[in-house]
């Protein structure tokens, strides 16, 4: 059963360019959400989406935009990029928002360079 | 002030110590996670906790909702628990699943 898969695992971008972050959820899950994590502090939530939506937004700009797949896949987009948005993309599955059961399961992370 | 605060923020221990890291909250919660972060990046949930305690091998979870505290216990320390050892907790949101919120993690270090 694989877990969470997140591609690509490494990447360098420059300044204003555009990238693609990519996730595919544990089996059996239909929510995915995507954090935001510097070097030396937690992750951040970014946002969450299910059922193709996007439900829940932390405090970040529209630069960060996503997309949910009728396979339950999402993708994270960043748009304008800034040398601060270099850090490690992590994408975690989770089965419906509404249970508040069960394990988190979290990719191995995207780690994207800006410079 | 961080809504979650961790302690310590680095911890070296020898080969065989008890281990405390403590998380305090400010918020309302639905539930607490503990997770491990290896250098690599990948993060493991270790326990999810909404009251009580759990144990899972050497790792011991408790947590406190009137104090808004938790601590993670290892005991008998190994190396392979060297790590980054994160709580986050799960905010309460109208009755769906809120966000995360994470602490900044505690770095363990065990020596042999």
């Known amino acids: 059963d694989a877990g969470v898969t997140q591609s690509p695992t490494h990447l360098i971008k420059t300044r204003g360019q555009q990238v693609t972050l990519r996730c595919s959820p544990k089996?059996?899950?239909?929510?995915v959400s995507w954090y935001q994590q510097a070097l030396g502090q937690g992750p951040q939530f970014i946002f969450q989406y299910y059922e193709e939506e996007e439900r829940q937004r932390g405090n970040f700009p529209d630069r960060f935009s996503g997309h949910q797949f009728p396979n339950y896949s999402s993708e994270l987009n960043v748009n304008a990029l800034l040398l601060g948005d270099s850090a490690l993309y992590l994408c975690?599955?989770?089965?419906?928002?509404?249970?508040?059961?069960?394990?988190?399961?979290f990719g191995e992370g995207s780690r994207l360079t800006v410079l | 002030k961080n809504e979650v605060e961790q302690s310590p923020q680095n911890l070296t221990a020898q080969e065989g110590e008890f281990i405390t890291i403590n998380c305090s909250y400010s918020v309302g919660i639905s539930a607490l996670h503990w997770l491990q972060q290896h250098p690599g990046g990948g993060i493991v949930s270790l326990f999810m906790l909404s009251s009580g305690k759990k144990k899972h091998g050497r790792l011991i979870a408790t947590i406190n909702i009137q104090e808004k505290h938790s601590s993670l216990h290892i005991t008998a320390s190994h190396p392979r628990d060297s790590a980054v050892y994160i709580c986050a907790v799960r905010m309460n949101y109208g009755g769906s699943q809120g966000n995360l919120i994470f602490g900044k993690g505690t770095k363990l270090s065990v020596k042999p």
């Open positions: 975690a599955s989770s089965l419906v928002p509404g249970a508040n059961t069960g394990e988190l399961f």
């Open positions: 089996s059996g899950h239909d929510t």
